[in-house]
């Protein structure tokens, strides 16, 4: 089978081209992969593109400024893409571009600094993601020791896992009123080897528990900070 027509049959598929392998892009691809998503992978350098041979479900060495190069691979047959160039902002900007030409649909671009981001989100990309930054911001909440680990879900907002406080330990969480008062949420805990379970009303937090709390950023920070 030719090669356009192999790509052609992933684009169909439940796939998303990665464009620009580098550390992020591949982590990405892999990721995707091991989740079961196909995956078409763009870089201009041999060397990484050959480094990947066999693990993505396709990977090609292109220009993907070049709008040709990049119909030829069926990059406009996809709905999902994600532009992961970084060491080129030029480049990222007009492969970007073309992308949102052909009309894809779900668009993720990586930006390396805010006003990379600003050029994006004036292009109309719906999705910018700034992997630096935002691992910057996380590992700051974690190094402040509130913490287990932190996803910011918006810009003011967090789920924390966090070990309980004499708060919830030992009361069901309808008594502790942690809502009304520090403005945040037990979703799920943790106990022992039993793996995750969603909280309600009626759950009650042990000693040794972990928990996952839900809130406005400072506030689960507070939250977490007393004992």
Same mark, same amino acid.
């Given at each position: 089978?030719?090669?356009?027509?192999?790509?052609?049959?992933?684009?169909?598929?439940?796939?998303?081209?990665?464009?620009?392998?580098?550390?992020?892009?591949?982590?990405?691809?892999?990721?995707?992969?091991?989740?079961?998503? #196909?995956?078409?992978?763009? *870089?201009? $350098?041999?060397?990484? &593109?050959?480094?990947?041979?066999?693990? @993505?479900?396709?990977? /090609? %060495?292109?220009?993907?400024?070049?709008?040709?190069?990049?119909?030829?691979?069926?990059?406009?047959?996809?709905?999902?893409?994600?532009?992961?160039?970084?060491?080129?902002?030029?480049?990222?900007?007009?492969?970007?571009?073309?992308?949102?030409?052909?009309?894809?649909?779900?668009?993720?671009?990586?930006?390396?600094?805010?006003?990379?981001?600003?050029?994006?989100?004036?292009?109309?990309?719906?999705?910018v993601v700034y992997p630096e930054k935002d691992m910057g911001?996380?590992?700051?909440?974690?190094?402040?020791?509130?913490?287990? #680990?932190?996803?910011?879900? *918006?810009? $003011?907002?967090?789920? &924390?896992?966090?070990?309980?406080?004499? @708060?919830?330990?030992? /009361? %069901?969480?309808?008594?502790s009123d942690i809502r009304s008062r520090f403005g945040v949420?037990?979703?799920?805990?943790?106990?022992?080897?039993?793996?995750?379970?969603?909280?309600?009303?009626?759950?009650?937090?042990?000693?040794?528990?972990?928990?996952?709390?839900?809130?406005?950023?400072?506030?689960?920070?507070?939250?977490?900070?007393?004992?």
């Amino acid at each position: 089978m030719a090669r356009s027509q192999r790509i052609a049959r992933i684009a169909e598929a439940d796939a998303v081209v990665v464009i620009g392998l580098g550390r992020f892009g591949t982590s990405l691809a892999l990721e995707l992969m091991a989740a079961g998503t #196909d995956v078409l992978g763009i *870089d201009s $350098d041999e060397e990484l &593109v050959q480094s990947l041979n066999g693990q @993505l479900t396709h990977v /090609v %060495r292109a220009d993907s400024t070049n709008e040709e190069a990049l119909r030829q691979l069926g990059v406009h047959e996809f709905d999902r893409a994600v532009v992961a160039i970084g060491n080129d902002i030029q480049a990222s900007i007009l492969t970007t571009s073309l992308l949102l030409r052909f009309g894809i649909p779900a668009i993720w671009a990586k930006a390396v600094s805010d006003a990379h981001g600003q050029i994006f989100e004036q292009l109309g990309v719906q999705h910018v993601v700034y992997p630096e930054k935002d691992m910057g911001r996380r590992v700051a909440h974690l190094v402040r020791g509130a913490a287990l #680990d932190y996803i910011e879900v *918006d810009r $003011d907002f967090a789920i &924390v896992k966090m070990s309980p406080n004499s @708060l919830v330990r030992g /009361v %069901r969480l309808r008594d502790s009123d942690i809502r009304s008062r520090f403005g945040v949420t037990v979703l799920a805990y943790k106990r022992g080897d039993a793996g995750w379970r969603n909280a309600d009303l009626e759950t009650v937090i042990e000693d040794d528990d972990t928990i996952l709390v839900s809130g406005p950023i400072g506030k689960a920070e507070a939250f977490g900070q007393l004992r």
